[in-house]
């Protein structure tokens, strides 16, 4: 199968370099992260590499999966021995492989952002320390800011006593995470560059594994991670893969995570990359999009440079729209998204983008009441609810039993007569004998003696019970131990909270299905034994290095790796699993999608640009970069509204319309608020019908029609990339569409079955 087929020469260009070092610049939709995949594919194909010398970074975990999907859908692989994953995915596999090199418990846990916090609340108690003068959050963003540029306590220089302090607690925190076998998400990074940085048979290792790592959204990578990448590329030293980075420094958007998008100048640098590659072409946008696009990006100084242009036609010029308030903002884009529904656009191609979470609130709550269904990415994520966070700290204690952060979750909870005192008197002896909560436990004596005892009681019987069991059965049998389901069947709104945690048994049981575990095997009696078999174990220079050729479930029990997942997960943009349904989300979370109709609201000043940057140095440069991806994700259409006033954080706000309006073309937009708005509440007729008449009888009426003509051929919905399946030639995507109303027809690369352009009309085609 020609995987080569559908590229443009320069992409072409790009997918079948040689195995050096080579960095693809290009704006938004012109294929970089396509290019990327494809490399894989042809690497693979032409047999340059095996599947397990591919290593490919991937920002979300969402984004990961989809690129193994395409990649099996594009040849037949095993794709179970590559690392495709983000940094935090991979770091946490290569510390599993390595957990004895990198000093940590075979069972270590990750602590979300939320365990974190609380952790170093309690941190700051025991050590009697002002939280008014160290708020915990302070203290948060100073570890891991340092851990981000890869510094240990040690390393931090202190300028004043305050500064002074942060490092101590600093270097508190991470001796008791140590203790209780726990790591951050930063820890995951800072450890797996340690782990490499200091064992030289080990880097060695794997940087005769890896001939190729891959990394998409290069110009988010922080310097932890460019430096991890250099490691791992043996930069400087004498063996060392190739890295094939792809990027668009005009999409730089986290700067405030600490992402460096001069680590692009750096790699050309530092790789001596003689293998530029510029995308220009996009693929994505219509003509009016695009150019607003470009029109805005252009007024940020320190750029690259590059251009994009597109063949697909002007298309509907922007829409904007003023609302009085932010509540009929919402009613406004149902208007429109009703109409685009009209048209056959499917729910999940509508976006609606808005720069800070606090905006949703109001426009689910329109969408509700609309009965449109809906998704919101990046909300509180399934396993962050409450219910589902105790039902994981049992799990984590049976796994790991000095995860204090776990024992306090659930030591007294459900409430099992365990008071505050006699916790206090817990923590003192766990102090004095520099143990974990878990292990002081039989230094107790008197009531609070038996009743902690009963706890631990309670976990040592559910391991106990569970340790022939498969993952799912085990979930089942710690959600009935610990008494969670009892308790909240006591709860008057305790209904959904027990959906949630019955759900945990069905998560549970896709994790093993996709992640290969054998669904039989002992739960956690450590790996499954046929997995075993696979796993080498090699000896350089007398260290031992397990291969991690071998998949997942042979260097991870289930429970560690579903637990793994768990914190992992969480910190994703990810969507529940859904139907067709409308999807709401930040700017920041739909960076890499792309949507056939998208809106962005809450264009005002104060808001989008945000407030916070009129204080950071480039600090608008940045917001206009987020704007520049919001607008890149449309295809089709794309809606823009501001409104007069808004409640935000519980205060009323009287808004400018933002400054990114003035940036943009203006033959590309198209104002929709009428200038009298009585007017039109009085006649009753929604803007958009006001508008469209107006559209109709002006001039454009021509454009209009056929602009109407036009989106009804597609209004199937199907687009390029889409996976379908055709009775006869099995499995495809689609790759290329063309031909307008009724005579539509669709490339479609099936695979083995090769490559077929079916008429859209007559095929008979699912989506997969
Ligand atoms: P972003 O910067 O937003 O991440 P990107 O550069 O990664 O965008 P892709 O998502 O890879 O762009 O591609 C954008 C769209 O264009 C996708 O739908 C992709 O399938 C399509 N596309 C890319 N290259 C081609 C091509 N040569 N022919 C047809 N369609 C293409
Ligand atoms: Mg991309």
Redesign the pocket.
Known sequence: MNLLH???PE?LAAVTLPAQSALIL????????????TRIAWLLQTGQVSPAGIMAVTFTNKAAKEMLTRLATMLPVNTRGMWIGTFHGLCNRLLRTHYRDAALPQSFQILDSQDQLSMIKRLLKAANVDDEKYPAKNLMYFINNAKDQGLRAGQVEAYDPIERKMVELYELYDQQCQKEGVVDFAELLLRAYELLSRNAPLRQHYQMRFKHVLV??FQDTNDLQYNLLKLLAGHGEQVGGAIFA?G?DD?SIYAFRGANVGNMSAFERDFKVRNLIK?E????SHGHILDSANYLIANNQKRLGKNLRTDAGLGEPVRIYEASSDLEEAQWIIEEAKNLMGEGLPRKEIAILYRSNAQSRVIEHALFAAGIPYTVYGGLRYFQRAEVKHAIAYLQLMDNPHNDSAFLRVVNFPTRGIGVRSIEQLQMAADTYGISLYAAVPYMTGKAGTSLGGFVKLIEGARFETQQLALPEMVRIVLERSNLLTHYGNEKEGADRIENLEQMVNAAAQFVQEEGFGQSAPAHLGPPSQAQAGEAVLYQDGIEILDADAPLPSVMSPLSAFLAHASLEAGDAQAQAGQDAMQLMTVHSA????FDAVFITGLEEGLFPHETSARELDGVDEERRLMY?AI??A?KRLYMSFTQQRMLHGQTRFNMKSRFFDELPEEALKWLSPRVQSNWFANKKSPTAWDDAAFRNGSDNKIAQQITQKSAGNGVGW???ESVTHAKFGEGVI??IEGGAGAARAQINFGASGMKVLDLSVAKLERI
């Open positions: 559908n590229l443009n992409q290009a704006g938004a939709g012109s294929g970089k992260t396509r290019v990327l995949t998409d959204e792809v668009d999409q995308l072409q996009n693929y994505r960076k890499g999608l792309e991806v890149t994700r295809r687009r390029v990339g790759v290329n």
